[in-house]
């Protein structure tokens, strides 16, 4: 992709993601969100020895969803590499969870590239939410 990512948006994700704890996987990820009041809140992948870690977006929308907001405008996440460092499976839920039609979902390389964007339905096409249940909002 030839569009670029926001250079105060690339920074913060660059230093999230080089503060993540990976000593087993040696993966670090970072993520940052934008809530839909335009606030920021960066999250990184978070391990421990049994195996069952943090997320860097599950970390991201739990300090978005700690500070009482509740709606996604963006996400980005940032991985070591030149590769396509995507929301795993229950990410891609959580995002579910707080997004709508209108989030965008930018995943860039290593250096703050942007490799890829997704809308949620190209992230989790059908997916379950809360609109499912027939649940008041």
């Known amino acids: 992709?030839?569009?670029?990512?926001?250079?105060?948006?690339?920074?913060?994700?660059?230093?999230?993601?080089?503060?993540?704890?990976?000593?087993y996987s040696r993966h670090p990820v970072g993520a940052l969100i934008v809530s839909e009041s335009g606030?920021?809140?960066?999250?990184?992948?978070?391990?421990?020895?049994?195996?069952k870690g943090l997320c860097a977006e599950a970390s991201a929308i739990a300090?978005?969803?700690?500070?009482?907001?509740?709606?996604?405008?963006?996400?980005y996440v940032i991985g070591p590499g030149e590769h396509l460092c995507?929301?795993?499976?229950?990410c891609r839920q959580r995002i579910r969870e707080f997004a709508d039609d209108r989030t965008r979902i930018h995943v860039v390389d290593a250096e703050g590239r942007l490799l890829k964007r997704y809308?949620?339905?190209q992230l989790l096409p059908d997916a379950f939410g809360p609109d499912n249940l027939q649940l008041e909002r």
């Open 39 to 51: 606030t920021r809140y960066s999250g990184a992948n978070v391990e421990v020895a049994h195996y």
């Open 86 to 90: 995507t929301p795993c499976g229950d």
């Open 119 to 121: 809308t949620l339905e």
């Open 1 to 23: 992709m030839s569009e670029s990512v926001e250079s105060e948006i690339v920074s913060a994700l660059v230093a999230v993601r080089d503060r993540a704890y990976v000593p």
């Open 63 to 75: 300090a978005m969803a700690s500070a009482g907001e509740r709606r996604l405008q963006d996400v």
